[in-house]
């Protein structure tokens, strides 16, 4: 301890040894608690002088007639009454300044005493004989002698009755034998009457006389009461002086045991840890600097150290892999300085946490060597982190939450574990202590958040295209597809997706030189390649018209941009109304809504020549009357041939209908020889009807 705690120490025991020694003086102090031993005192002689008048009374007090002893003063008509007792003896005198108190409570009593008859036959003694020279008299003294006084006056009155009663008795017996003697019997009425008048006066004074008595007993009877008071207070007073004394010497005692205890705990944690005192976890409360040291040399010898793992895995890492061991570094014994031992109770309150850097040492390469051999370093084991980002869901973007993998950062992950086994911690999480390679952004993160909204703002357009009877609809979920954000969460809306949905809907929709399967009027079903009749999405088109849909987030119902159109979607795409070549049978039809309206033998390409009328899916191109059809223009100016004719309906480039007036047959195998350079002949008539059938983009069917 310093020299501050010290001369702490030192001051605070002497002002406790003062205390003490206070306490004691005023208990052994005689005037500390003389006023309630005088008080006391008083009640008792008071009681005892009481007792003593009672008693005098009983004995001097007749009980029938008086004796003859007493008749011998009968001749006396009057009677002297005794004088009461002095007031005050000497041994009933208190010393001085003892009776100040009694005679206070006299004076504050409540109750007041008669006034008393003046006697004229009493002789008065002066109070002022029993005075010593203080002059100041107990009340309890007065009071014994008020009794007994009043006990004598008592006796004194019944003593004079009786001889008064005795002596008129006697004097008129005398009276009557003188009378007798004399024989004269006159004068013997006279003395009767006298007599009578006598004792009607003596009778009166005999009245008063007893009711001075009974005066007296009144006044016996107020102060027997007050002295009952007295004693009863006075009993109670003795009580409570016993209690005081009783309490004052137990809360000495025990002041002097609680300051024996305190100053035994500040000399006790001069030299141990307060109470509740922790260090780095580990309850140190009343151990010294050896049995705290002694503690962490066990806890180092048998430390090991619980890895929790993600997915509730565990590992552990012991310290006899790592030849831990504890070094002290004198911390403790600064502690233990630094601790006010004086002011130890507040420790019962205030619990003290330390934290220090323990000392130890451990080979740092087994160390690493422990760690590389753990599990959770496996890299095939290792999963990583997931940055939280903006999630298509239930019509809009939300943020998904990031995810933790299980990939560890080395780095920290070796500190930490130095950190635990410095700390002598029995475990480490490894999630929460950031041993996981963490995710570079979190759900809360603002660069997710803007990207959210941004992507969302995408949204608003909806857009439907007609394919009838089949419809196609762009809308969020569509358009979310086209909406990316990189790593960095930066957005962008995917242009190359539009063009990449605009070619989807050509791959479903167009038939422009596909095969595809026809049911021809006979009702066979051939499959017919080539031509180019059919439907054909404009694709640039139509992405640019999309991506504009989208960028000012319209709703619209439309076609798509088609370079190329057929009569109707569906399994076939010519409608009702079209024309067909059977070319293995040199047959023309016409179909008008459905039904065959126009059939006709005709005339094709010749193939031995080269000029085999292709097959395929075409459509009219346009018709002419009265054209001059030739061919292929020589260098001399001169075509191949010239051939004029009343109607031209060409479906592919220079191939197509017309009427063939030089043809002798049509039919049958006839274009083998006589077949055409392409075209197909009509009977005159049969292309005159069909050209009034045929419009322009009608469909035509060449098949085998």
């Known amino acids: 301890m310093g020299s501050r705690d010290k001369r702490t120490e030192e001051m605070i025991a002497q002002t406790m040894e003062e205390a003490m020694q206070g306490i004691l003086d005023d208990l052994n102090k005689p005037e500390t608690f003389r006023r309630m031993d005088d008080r006391d005192e008083a ?44 007031e005050a003896a000497a041994d009933e005198i208190y010393e001085e300044g003892s009776g100040e108190e009694i005679q206070k409570e006299a004076s504050d009593s409540p109750k007041k005493r008669k ?8 002789t008065d003694v002066s109070a002022d004989e029993g005075i010593s020279g203080s002059g100041r008299v107990s009340k309890s003294e007065e009071a014994g002698s008020a009794g007994d006084r009043r006990n004598g006056e008592a006796e004194s009155a ?8 005795e002596s008129a008795r006697d004097r008129r017996n005398g009276e009557a034998g003188i009378a007798g003697k004399g024989g004269r019997k006159s004068d013997s009425r ?133 030849a831990i061991e504890y070094v002290p570094g004198g911390q403790l014994e600064e502690f233990m300085e630094e601790q006010e031992n004086f002011l130890w109770p507040k420790s019962l309150w205030k619990h003290p946490e330390i934290k220090m850097e323990i000392g130890v040492k451990y080979d740092e390469t087994a160390l690493a060597e422990a760690v590389a051999g753990l599990g959770c370093m496996n890299p095939e084991t290792q999963t990583p982190s997931t940055d939280a980002h903006p999630q298509f869901q239930d019509g809009q ?49 603002p660069e997710v958040v803007a990207a959210k909204d941004a992507m969302n703002s995408y949204l608003g357009a909806n857009v439907t295209y007609d394919f009838n009877p089949h419809t196609e609809v762009v809308d969020a979920s569509v358009i979310s597809q086209w909406v990316t954000v990189d790593a960095e969460m930066n957005v962008a809306f995917n242009q190359e997706a539009v063009r990449a949905y605009v070619q989807s809907l050509a791959d479903k929709y167009n038939t422009k030189g596909r095969a595809r399967s026809f049911t021809t009027a006979t009702g066979n079903v051939v499959t017919v390649e080539g031509g180019g009749y059919g439907w054909q999405i404009d694709q640039e088109a139509e992405f640019n018209a999309l991506l504009a849909n989208v960028q000012n987030g319209e ?56 000029n085999a009328t ?89 098949h085998y």
């Not at 008071?46 to 009968?74: F, M, V």
């Not at 075209?679 to 005159?688: D, Q, R, Y």
């Open 555 to 610: 709703t619209v119902t439309r076609e798509a941009n088609f370079s190329s159109r057929g009569a109707s979607h569906g399994d076939s795409d010519v409608g009702s109304t079209y024309a067909e070549v059977d070319l293995t049978n040199q047959s023309m039809y016409f179909i008008q809504n459905g039904q065959v309206v126009l059939q006709s033998d005709c005339v094709t390409g010749n193939p031995n020549r080269g």
């Open 158 to 165: 019944g003593d004079r009755r009786n001889g008064e009663a």
């Open 115 to 122: 006034p008393r008859k003046k006697d004229p036959d009493r």
């Open 397 to 445: 973007f939300v943020v998904a939450p990031e995810i933790v993998g299980t990939q560890i950062n080395t780095e920290v992950f070796h500190a930490k574990v130095a950190e635990a086994i410095s700390g002598f911690r029995p475990s480490l999480d490894l999630a929460k202590s950031g041993c996981y390679a963490l995710p570079r952004f979190l759900s809360d993160s």
């Open 190 to 322: 006279n003395e009767r009457a006298d007599d009578d008048d006598w004792e009607s006066e003596y009778t009166d004074d005999e009245d008063s006389r007893e009711e001075d008595v009974r005066d007296e007993d009144s006044r016996e009877e107020d102060v027997h009461d007050e002295e009952d008071q007295r004693g009863r207070r006075g009993r109670r007073n003795k009580r409570k002086y016993n209690g005081v004394k009783i309490a004052a010497i137990a809360a000495a005692g025990l002041l002097g045991t609680a300051a024996a205890a305190y100053i035994g705990f500040a000399v006790f944690f001069n030299s141990h840890f307060m109470f509740n005192t922790k260090i780095n976890g580990m309850d140190c409360s009343m151990k010294s600097v050896e049995q705290v040291e002694d503690y962490m040399k066990k806890q180092v010898s048998d430390y090991t150290l619980t890895l929790e793992e993600s997915q509730g895995g565990r590992e552990a890492i012991h310290g006899s892999a790592i």
């Open 614 to 702: 292709p097959q395929g899916w075409y459509s009219l191109a346009w018709k002419q009357r009265n054209r001059t059809l030739r061919g292929t223009k020589r260098p001399d100016g001169t075509y191949e041939y010239e051939t004029p004719v009343k109607y031209w309906m060409p479906f592919n480039g220079g191939i197509g209908f017309h009427d063939a007036s030089w043809q002798a047959s049509f039919g049958g195998q006839r274009y083998r020889t006589h077949g055409s350079h392409g075209c197909v002949n009509l009977p005159t008539s049969v292309a005159g009807q069909l050209y009034e059938l045929l419009m322009d983009g009608m469909p035509v069917i060449c």
């Open 43 to 86: 009640v008792r002689r008071k009681s005892s002088g009481r007792k003593s008048a009672d008693q005098g009374t009983a004995k001097k007090r007749p009980s029938g007639k008086r004796s003859s002893d007493n008749s011998a003063d009968s001749g006396r008509k009057t009677s002297v009454r005794k004088a009461p007792p002095k």
